[in-house]
């Protein structure tokens, strides 16, 4: 079974920055896109920003400018660097991937991790 384990988050000051890792557990013979969605309270989870195996990125208006996502291809790990943290960036964040599996193409989700930024 595969599985996506995350690490990073927690409590930061606005202004302040975070760094976020995903890499996936199991057997993926191949993963393709890889990304980060967050959902704040009575908030949909929404996207953060996603890479794809060549590198090709995309990012909320939210937080372009100030969030940079990243990967390693030979570790099947996604990196999201977080700069100039907002209280309203306070949400769980979660990291996807997709990709083939033992079982064909399948899509991963990460547990979540609470990133909170104080005002």
């Known amino acids: 079974q595969v599985q996506l384990v995350e690490s990073g988050g927690g409590l930061v000051q606005a202004g302040g920055s975070l760094g976020l890792s995903c890499r996936t557990s199991g057997t993926l013979f191949s993963v393709n896109t890889m990304g980060w969605y967050r959902q704040a309270p009575g908030k949909q989870r929404e996207l953060v920003a996603g890479?794809?195996?060549?590198?090709?990125?995309n990012y909320a208006d939210s937080v372009k400018g100030r969030f940079t996502i990243s990967r390693d291809n030979a570790k099947n790990t996604v990196y999201l660097q977080m700069n100039s943290l907002k209280p309203e960036d306070t949400a769980v964040y979660y990291c996807?991937?997709?990709?083939?599996?033992?079982?064909?193409?399948?899509?991963?989700w990460g547990q979540g991790t609470l990133v909170t930024v104080s005002s």
């Open positions: 890479i794809t195996t060549g590198g090709a990125t």
């Open positions: 996807n991937a997709d990709g083939v599996g033992p079982l064909g193409w399948t899509e991963v």
